[in-house]
């Protein structure tokens, strides 16, 4: 099915990079007039991007159904929503947030705890109703290919869900988190990163896990195709001031799962001095019927990132699967009687 | 018991930086050269891979080190596949059931080694790990005890490197053996300086801005670790360890000071001293010299696919304990 996919990802990063310049005039032109704010540089020349960001946001990946071609907010509207998050949040620290009883919210966590509600954490807001630009705004259709290869297996896990650690999902296991991606994308805590730029590299640390990529920007091609890793392999390259990032080698596993020959192009320039503008293009001809992208801000934080814990103390994943022995057991009582 | 401290740690770390510099060889017109914004550039992959045990071998005495006519016998022992006593194989020694250690990165005959002379890691003429005080040794003993019968009742009483938590070649102060997944990647930031281990892909990003330790009540695996440049070294001071990453006994007062620098153009020396005044009656020392290596560093895997280390671990107890129960009716 590759007919499908016209445009080629060169063509579509080129038009995806012009499209801020036009998408973001009306939200620029609105906001207040900012002092002059020159481009930062490394001494040796490189934009400077480091720092310790937040790509914390309540913009959802995909537009809601109902918001359907509109793709940004206008100011009164955005006003409203902030206004919004702002009184949630209140009642969440003064009482906790009302959960539906017996829900996995309503168990999991107390969201009043500090970092588990995003809105005590700073947000990068924005005037786009969904991180994925363009008309549409969502993840384009899965090619027939891909939804026989997913309900392959589907049909094989299923029923088997519950066996074995192997079979839990890769955050359940603590052995990626398909938010830090490539591409980055917030999640509902930790979405915070640190950005580190060497002579020939570029460190991203997320919090996230506290997995870092050590990306080099000497131009040295891919590792080998049959290399493939959890967070594939990642070369960088700077076009004027905006760092740009290619990745492939991913497994199929990670950040989406099912897709076998991802590609994700990156794009993060600096817009201010406490903004990066956070673009990304997803393609992958047998997975998509076209590449997508999306863009966030990211927003300068204090502080610094502290270690990440995943499993310790976390008894979600053996509570899981002893759950499950428990319930087989009473199903075959049952059936034994 | 801070009194038993005969000297600052400050002036240990400088005496051993005094003796790496005596013992290196006379290198050509070799500088270090410099990052853009002017620090030392110890930017690169290195390999930390090496057959010096932690503690000097005991028939060598004060013997700090190898003449070159010892060394070159030594290497020519190893290379042939010969691994005599003088040398820690660690995990790469000769085991019957777990690996195939002719596979790519277990044999050590092929591993980048640093040249190396000295008899033992530990520097100075003990070359050893100075004794444990009685009431470290006391409440490791208690510690030992309360465990002791629950080794194996779950993962939680299983040690972090089992967990796949902190990996012994990944935890600080740096202790490489001759195990695989040996690579340490140094990139160097305006104000930070970031180490990458292969080994558990665990990354430190080291702030050198001259800010102050975080808040002693946050305790971290790998503690808190803040840096500056003085010369032509990279020194890393650590603190805030948790007590569940204790190294060799330590508690929560250990403190680690890692020196990294550049003798010439192919090593990185990485030296440290730890001192613990609830602990060692002395702050300790050592230096291991690593040799500049081909990258990528490769993700790096540790549970995935590895049924056997843990799972097999707990299971074999559980079996055990059914034999046990049915020998006991």
Known sequence: MRVTSSATLTAFVIVVAAMPVAGQTAPAAKSAVKKAWTQPRTPDGQPDLQGVWTNNTVTPLERPKDLTGKEFYTDAELAAGMKKEHERLDLNIEEGLPTEPGTAADVHYDFSEYGLDRGQ?????????????????????????????????????????FDGPENRPLGARCLARPNVGPPLLPAAYNSNLQIVQGAGYVVIESEMIHDARVIPTDGRPHIAKNIKQWMGDSVGHWEGNTLVIDTTNFTDLNPFEDAQNVHVVERLTRVDADTILYQFTVEDPGMWTKPWSGELPITKMEGQLYEYACHEANYGLVNTLNGARVAEQEAAKKAGK | ????????????????????????????????????????????????????????????????????????????????????????????????????????????????????????????????????????????????????????????????????????????????GAADNNLLQIVEGQGYVVLLHEMDHSTRVIPTDGRPHISQKIREYQGDSVGHW??????????????????????????????????????????????????????????????KAKGPVYEWACHEGNLDEFVTILRGARVEEEAGNKAAK
């Not at chain 1, 705004?137 to 088997?160: F, N």
């Not at chain 2, 194989?89 to 000769?94: H, K, Q, T, V």
């Open chain 1, 121 to 161: 954490t700073k947000l990068a807001w924005n005037h786009r109703t969904s991180i994925i630009v363009g008309p549409e705004g969502r993840i384009p259709p899965l090619t027939p290919e891909a939804r026989k290869r997913i309900e392959e297996r589907r049909a094989k896990a299923k029923g088997h869900e």
């Open chain 2, 1 to 176: 018991m801070t009194t038993r401290l005969p000297l600052s740690i400050a002036a240990f770390t400088a005496m051993i930086a005094g003796s790496a510099l005596a013992q290196a060889p006379a290198t050509s017109t070799w500088t270090v050269p410099r990052t853009p914004d002017g620090t030392p550039d110890l930017q690169g992959v290195y390999a930390n891979a090496t057959l010096t045990p932690l503690e000097r071998p005991k028939g060598l005495g004060a013997k700090e080190f190898y003449t070159d006519q010892e060394f070159a016998a030594l290497m020519k022992r190893i290379q042939s596949g010969i691994v005599p006593e003088e040398a820690d194989l660690g995990n790469a020694a000769p085991q019957d059931v777990r690996y195939d250690l002719s596979l790519y990165g277990f044999d050590v005959t092929k591993a980048t080694l640093a040249s190396n002379k000295r008899t033992s890691l530990i520097v100075g003429p003990e070359g050893k790990v100075p004794p444990m005080l009685p009431e470290a040794r006391k409440r490791n003993a208690e510690r030992a005890a309360k465990n002791k019968g629950h080794e194996f009742d779950s993962y939680e009483n299983r040690p972090l490197q089992e967990r796949c938590i902190l990996m012994a070649q990944e935890r600080i102060p740096m202790l490489p």
């Open chain 2, 230 to 291: 003085e010369g032509n070294t990279l020194v890393v001071d650590t603190t805030n360890f948790t007590d569940l990453s204790a190294f060799r006994g330590s508690g929560e007062k250990l403190h680690l000071v890692e020196r990294f620098s550049r003798p010439d153009e192919k090593t990185l020396l990485y030296q440290f001293t730890v001192e613990d005044p609830d602990t060692w009656d002395k702050p300790w020392s050592a230096e291991i010299p690593m040799a």
